[in-house]
């Protein structure tokens, strides 16, 4: 059975870049958030259960209205627990069965919030993708086309990088490309020649 390699960063930390990097180098990657909302289109347990939740407004065409799930949950922190409680262990369940089908001597789980759900318990190791705050914010104004009120906010319902550094075995500062995939290249090998002690 391979080893299970959290992959976990606030948002804007780089962790899907970071993630596909291990992926270059021929690891397999689970990125969690793409197949959450994969499962929330496809399951019908969890769309009955989502429209219970929000409403018929939750889906469109049967396909997950997502500006609609996330203006709902943005400021409503009871409504965001209730939608994690629905989809976490369908896609808890989804990662099991995934690993098993895996040869790689280990496999990267990438997700963000990791350990607010405790879900880093389940991983050998866990490598913790950093950035300063401002470069992260930034990050995620260009790509979501979004505010900053925004992006704090859903930052301030994340652990701090402090927190998360003390139960992290490996840090990475993404702060260039290059310097970047150097870091993802050494604990690559230092994670081959050390599989056996995890």
Aim: hydrophobic share 40%; net charge positive.
């Amino acid at each position: 059975m391979s080893k299970i390699i959290g992959l976990t960063g606030g948002i804007g930390s780089g962790k899907t870049t970071v993630a596909n990097m291990f992926f270059e180098l021929g690891v397999p990657v689970y990125i969690a958030d793409i197949e959450a909302k994969k499962l929330m289109n496809r399951s019908k347990i969890i769309k009955r259960k989502l429209v219970k939740l929000f409403g018929d407004d939750a889906y469109i065409d049967n396909e997950l209205n997502k500006p609609f799930i996330a203006q709902k949950i943005f400021s409503n922190k009871d409504l965001l627990e209730k939608m994690n409680a629905i989809v976490h262990p369908k896609v808890a369940t989804h990662f099991k069965r995934w690993v098993t089908k895996q040869t790689a001597p280990y496999v990267i789980k990438e997700a963000a919030i990791l350990f607010e759900n405790n879900n880093y318990l389940q991983c050998d190791a866990i490598i913790l993708v950093v950035a300063d705050k401002e470069t992260r914010i930034q990050r995620v104004i260009k790509r979501d086309s979004t505010s900053k009120a925004k992006v704090k906010a859903i930052m301030d319902n994340q652990w701090s990088d402090e927190k998360k550094m003390e139960l992290s075995q490996f840090v990475i500062k993404n702060v260039t490309l290059s310097n970047t995939r150097k870091e993802v290249e050494n604990i690559h090998k230092k994670i081959l020649t050390t599989i056996c002690e995890f």
